[in-house]
């Protein structure tokens, strides 16, 4: 069964000394610095965090996805699209976690089945 697409924790050091510690990564992240401390603590990324771990990393230039210890468990996101989704944060990070919208017509069509 392939993974692609499937996040899981991630071990937090390494991932936090990419960003460049704990307060630049809450800073990029643009949450609390109590949180990604929580992280390095348990040295551990919750999978539910590691969408917006991979953007954000993406969009500044910061590469996770080669960390011996990362699981590369999802597509690699591109800078450009890093760019992107760093603009129009709520939208496209939905769209990367549960994929496209659905097609009205789709949406109906899977009801009546």
């Known amino acids: 069964m392939d993974n692609m697409g499937v996040e899981k924790d991630q071990p937090a050091e390494r991932i936090i ?6 307060r630049p990564m809450a800073t ?3 949450i609390p610095v109590s949180t990604v401390q929580g992280w ?10 590691m969408a917006t771990v991979r953007v ?3 969009a500044a230039g910061i590469v996770i996805d080669e960390i011996p210890e990362v699981a590369a468990t999802a597509e690699p996101v591109s800078r450009a699209l890093a760019a992107e989704i760093i603009e ?3 939208v496209m990070e939905k769209e990367i976690i ?3 919208p659905r097609k009205a017509h789709q949406s109906a069509e899977k009801e009546r089945r």
């Open 98 to 100: 549960e994929g496209p």
């Open 40 to 49: 390095k603590q348990r040295n551990r990324i919750p999978a539910g965090r």
């Open 28 to 30: 990029k992240l643009k």
């Open 56 to 58: 954000t990393a993406a």
């Open 17 to 22: 000394d990419a960003f460049g510690g704990i």
């Open 88 to 90: 129009k944060p709520a």
